[in-house]
T-cell receptor, first 118, second 117 residues
Framework: AQKVTQAQTEISVVEKEDVTLDCVYE???????LFWYKQPPSGELVFLIR??????QNEISGRYSWNFQKSTSSFNFTITASQVVDSAVYFC???????????????FGKGTKLSVIP | SAVISQKPSRDICQRGTSLTIQCQVD?????MFWYRQQPGQSLTLIAT?????????ESGFVIDKFPISRPNLTFSTLTVSNMSPEDSSIYLC??????????????FGQGTRLTVV
């Protein structure tokens, strides 16, 4: 069985602070991809970054960065120098290995609501 | 990236009626996905729709309640049938980006906010 956990329900930070969002993906699979999406109050889902399970090198993309710890199956997502426009719900969404028709779908975590206070 | 247009963007419907949601993509795609997001909740996959075949429904969702059409590679509809207040949700259409490989991100329409009264 696969399980994705976003333990933080809500986080509040002051503008310009760094913030880290946690995601744990428990699975027996060794090959998978994990995606982070942002859902601002307007409702649309915006793709942020992706990560695969077989590359342990951490990555940075602009103000976003990954921290992947394989031993704990945790994919932590950090926003550096947060801005008010970062206020949104952030979803962690893994995609497991191919297992036939329909296996390209994403499984979404419960989401973490981030509020950035000016 | 794919551009996805969903119609309607929102609607208020009477219980017992049906609503058909349209999803139009600006490029040809093999798979289209329909998700439901109940108020304050995460997204749950309803079904995967491939052109030329029956949609594949996830556990808890049935074709009689959520019939899906996929007449071509750029268009799909989801119907919410015999609605009740519990069907009040955001319904989202999604497709994969170019390449369709397993590392490809998914793109989403702006969603349809449905309220059943």
């Amino acid at each position: 069985a696969q399980k994705v956990t976003q333990a933080q329900t809500e986080i509040s930070v002051v503008e310009k602070e760094d913030v880290t969002l946690d995601c744990v993906y428990e699975t027996r699979d060794t090959t998978y991809y994990l995606f982070w999406y942002k859902q601002p109050p307007s409702g649309e889902l915006v793709f942020l970054i992706r990560r695969n399970s077989f590359d342990e090198q951490n990555e940075i993309s602009g103000r976003y960065s990954w921290n992947f710890q394989k031993s704990t199956s945790s994919f932590n997502f950090t926003i550096t120098a947060s801005q008010v426009v970062d206020s949104a719900v952030y979803f962690c969404a893994p995609r497991g290995p191919y297992s036939g028709a329909g296996s390209y779908q994403l499984t979404f975590g419960k989401g973490t609501k981030l509020s950035v206070i000016p | 990236s794919a551009v996805i247009s969903q119609k309607p963007s929102r609607d208020i419907c009477q219980r017992g009626t049906s609503l058909t949601i349209q999803c139009q993509v600006d490029s040809q795609v093999t798979m289209m996905f329909w998700y439901r997001q109940q108020p304050g909740q995460s997204l749950t996959l309803i079904a995967t729709a491939n052109q030329g075949s029956e949609a594949t429904y996830e556990s808890g969702f049935v074709i009689d309640k959520f019939p899906i059409s996929r007449p071509n590679l750029t268009f799909s509809t989801l119907t919410v049938s015999n609605m009740s207040p519990e069907d009040s949700s955001i319904y989202l259409c999604s497709v994969l980006g170019p390449g369709q490989g397993r590392g490809t991100e998914a793109f989403f329409g702006q969603g349809t906010r449905l309220t059943v009264v």
